[in-house]
């Protein structure tokens, strides 16, 4: 069948970036929320999994432009930054169709920064710089929720001189790592060289045209977004919850789960056979790790790309990074 007839999952999208670059609050941003302002001393510890309907995404996306491709929305992944926690980055970045690099643009590339690039280059997944901060350029002037290029315009000649400047030097440093990149604005092999767009997570400038770009990137990871049947789903973390008892949270990253699957989990005590008792989800734009009563939708049936959360028996000891297996009927358990 043609390409674009095809039913496509919705990509997921990993933000990677050295700790306190922005890469939660840039989410929080998008989300309209404040999961920062919920983390003990600004780090976030675990991965998290937020949904974006498409609807959400083009309404924060002023520009005008066509997007050829009709994605169902897009998932989120927010990772620490923390140097202790590259076991997440390179979870997060693993089960990624495409990512943002997040660059704080006042200290330019540090050294998680250069390990999320590895990350990428190993795994071949195709990247966004966002050269983050840019309102703290001194003497920016606050142009809020404005695509970058009318924001630049704003600033005083003085401002848009540092800005160059440290442009130039992420460029470079981008260079010595292996990378071409360009201003996403200045960029005329966007297949070749990697986009930057630079944003403020506080004044919003650059978010339209962020959004814009990771929409985009799904055009040329097509292949990678079709539909298929096979489940494929990674355990993020075991929760207790008051209400459902033990959970793990997990990202859906192909295929769909339905309640009452029969599912195989590995535990550090081998492997556990049982039955998705409730299969949940946050609402569209809640972050997944975020917990909390009357927090989660109920589902019969989930299709990829989600963050879900799976109530059942059995799960005290899952593992997080493993995968989960769907037992179909017919199937051999063993
Ligand atoms: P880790 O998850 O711990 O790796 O950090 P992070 O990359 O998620 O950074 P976080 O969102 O926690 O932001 C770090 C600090 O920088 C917080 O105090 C934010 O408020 C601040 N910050 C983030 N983005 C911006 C921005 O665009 N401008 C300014 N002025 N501050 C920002
Ligand atoms: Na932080
Ligand atoms: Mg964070």
Request: hydrophobic share 40%; net charge neutral; charged share 25%.
């Amino acid at each position: 069948s043609n390409v674009s007839d095809r039913e496509l999952r919705a990509p997921i999208c990993c933000f990677l970036g050295h700790v306190d670059a922005g890469k939660t609050k840039l989410l929080d941003c998008i989300r309209r929320s404040n999961v920062l302002g919920g983390e003990a001393g600004g780090i976030t510890q675990q991965i998290g999994a937020t949904y974006l309907p498409a609807e959400n995404i083009r309404e924060r996306t002023s520009l005008k432009a066509e997007v050829t491709v009709k994605v169902p929305g897009l998932l989120v992944i927010d990772t620490p930054g923390h140097q202790s926690f590259s076991n997440m980055r390179f979870r997060g970045s693993s089960l990624s169709d495409i990512a943002v690099v997040v660059v704080d643009i006042t200290r330019g590339l540090e050294r998680q920064t250069i390990e999320s690039l590895d990350l990428l280059k190993h795994s071949s997944v195709r990247f966004i710089v966002a050269l983050n901060k840019v309102d703290r350029l001194y003497g920016w002037k606050n142009c809020p929720n404005a695509p970058i290029a009318k924001a630049l315009k704003s600033q005083s000649d003085d401002v848009q001189m540092e800005f160059r400047w440290r442009v130039t030097e992420v460029v470079t440093q981008l260079m010595e790592n292996g990378f071409n990149a360009a201003l996403y604005y200045e960029n005329k092999k966007i297949k070749q060289v990697v986009n930057i767009v630079p944003t403020s997570a506080v004044s919003g400038e650059g978010i339209p045209d962020l959004l814009l770009l990771v929409r985009w990137v799904p055009e040329i990871t097509m292949e990678r977004l079709t539909y298929v049947s096979t489940m494929e789903c990674t355990v993020l973390e075991v929760n207790e919850d008051k209400d459902f008892g033990t959970t793990i949270d997990a990202v859906l990253i192909n295929g769909a789960l339905q309640k009452g699957d029969r599912i195989i989990v590995c535990t550090n005590q081998g492997p556990v056979t049982t039955n998705i008792k409730y299969l949940l989800t946050p609402y569209p734009m809640k972050e997944l790790k975020v917990k909390g009563q009357g927090m989660y939708k109920h589902h019969e049936e989930l299709k990829a790309a989600q963050g879900v959360k799976i109530a059942a028996r059995g799960l005290q000891h899952a593992m997080a990074g493993t995968a989960i297996i769907v037992v179909k009927p017919g199937d051999d358990l063993e």
